[in-house]
C-alpha cells in the first residue's frame, strides 16, 4: 500500500513536469516502450530495481543506455528514481503514469472478465453497448475466470456490475436460506 502511494506521487509528477514542458506525447511513448521491455524481461526488472549494481554503476548504465535514445526528462526521471533507490516501483510508477495520462485524456478503463473467452463479436457487441453507454473514448481488458460459470462482470473505474451466473446462483441460494429461516 505504501509503496503504491509513493509510485502515485512519482507518477503525478512526471505527468506534471511532462505536461509543463510540452512532452506528454514523447514522454508516455517511451515509457510505454520502457514498460513493455519490464515485463518481457523480469531480469532486466531485477537488475533495476534489486540487483548488485551500485546507485553510481546503475546511474552510468541507464546513461550509456538511454542519453541518445530518449528525451531528457524520461532520462532525468529514471536517474531521479535510482538516485532515491526507487527503480523497484518502476513497474508500479509506469502503470499509474499511464492510468493518470488515460484519466487526463477522458479515457475510461473497463476491465471485462467472463466465464469463458468471448468470441470476437461478442467483444465487439458488449463493447458497442458500453461505447453507447459511456459516450467517452475507453480502454478495455479482458480476463477469464472459469469461477464465474457463465455470464461476466465489468469494473468501469470503481463500480463493478456483476451479470455472472455464480452471482445470480448465490443470491438465489441466499434469497431461499432466508425465506426458510423466517
Request: aromatic share 4%; net charge positive.
Amino acid at each position: 500500500m505504501r509503496n503504491t502511494v509513493i509510485a502515485r506521487r512519482y507518477a503525478r509528477a512526471l505527468l506534471n513536469l511532462a505536461s509543463e514542458q510540452q512532452a506528454l506525447d514523447t514522454v508516455r511513448s517511451e515509457m510505454r516502450e520502457l514498460h513493455a521491455l519490464l515485463r518481457a524481461s523480469p531480469e532486466l526488472t531485477w537488475l533495476l530495481g534489486r540487483g548488485p549494481l551500485g546507485i553510481e554503476t546503475r546511474s552510468e548504465h541507464i546513461r550509456r543506455l538511454l542519453a541518445a535514445r530518449v528525451h531528457p526528462l524520461t532520462l532525468r526521471f529514471l536517474l531521479f528514481l535510482n538516485g532515491r533507490r526507487r527503480l523497484a516501483l518502476l513497474d508500479t510508477v509506469l502503470t499509474i503514469f499511464e492510468e493518470l495520462c488515460d484519466h487526463q485524456d477522458g479515457v475510461v478503463r473497463v476491465q471485462i472478465t467472463a466465464a469463458h473467452t468471448l468470441s470476437a463479436a461478442q467483444l465487439t457487441a458488449l463493447q458497442g453497448k458500453l461505447a453507447a453507454q459511456l459516450q467517452r473514448p475507453m480502454k478495455t481488458q479482458v480476463a477469464v475466470d472459469a469461477q464465474l460459470i457463465g455470464g461476466f462482470k465489468l469494473q468501469i473505474g470503481d463500480d463493478v456490475q456483476d451479470y455472472s451466473l455464480a452471482t445470480q446462483l448465490q443470491l438465489l441460494k441466499q434469497s431461499w436460506l432466508g425465506a426458510n429461516v423466517n
